[in-house]
């Protein structure tokens, strides 16, 4: 079957109107493309550099929060310090251990430094330990005095 020459012929300038009009519509898509691309691109790299301003401040502040946290850490531990030494002090007023002058050999105990709560219990026991040495002490001065008092008798 055979097609007539006018319809091939406005076939063809149909063709070339569509070629034609195609390439327009195709070039218009790719310079819109293009553009949101430019534009996308655009807003990617603001992004990436707010993400660094992010990161940069969040290390400024876990840097501040850091030093914050160990300072306040050095002002507890201070003042836990502080009240311990307040409550050894007190203890030890409360205690009012007779001061009895200690044997030339034995020489003068000295109090440690005491920081936990595990030094309140090596402190109460030196201090027992000294009330029991004082206790000795005098037992056994007491014991002297007594043999020379019986002594004194025997001689008149």
Known sequence: MMF???RHSASSQQLKFTTSDSCDRI????????????????ECDKLA???????????????????LNIEMHK????????????????QLQGLALPMTPLPLSLSQPTLPAVTTSSGLFSLSSLL?????LAKEEKASRDGVDSHREEDGDKSD
């Open 75 to 90: 002002q507890m531990n201070s003042i836990i310090r502080q009240q311990l030494q307040a409550h050894q002090l007190s």
């Open 4 to 6: 007539p020459q006018s």
């Open 27 to 42: 070039k218009d898509e790719f310079q819109f493309l293009q553009a949101q691309y430019h534009s996308l691109k655009l």
């Open 49 to 67: 550099s707010e993400k660094s301003e992010m990161q940069r401040h969040y290390i400024m502040y876990y840097e501040m929060s850091y030093g």
């Open 128 to 132: 027992a330990s000294q009330a029991q």
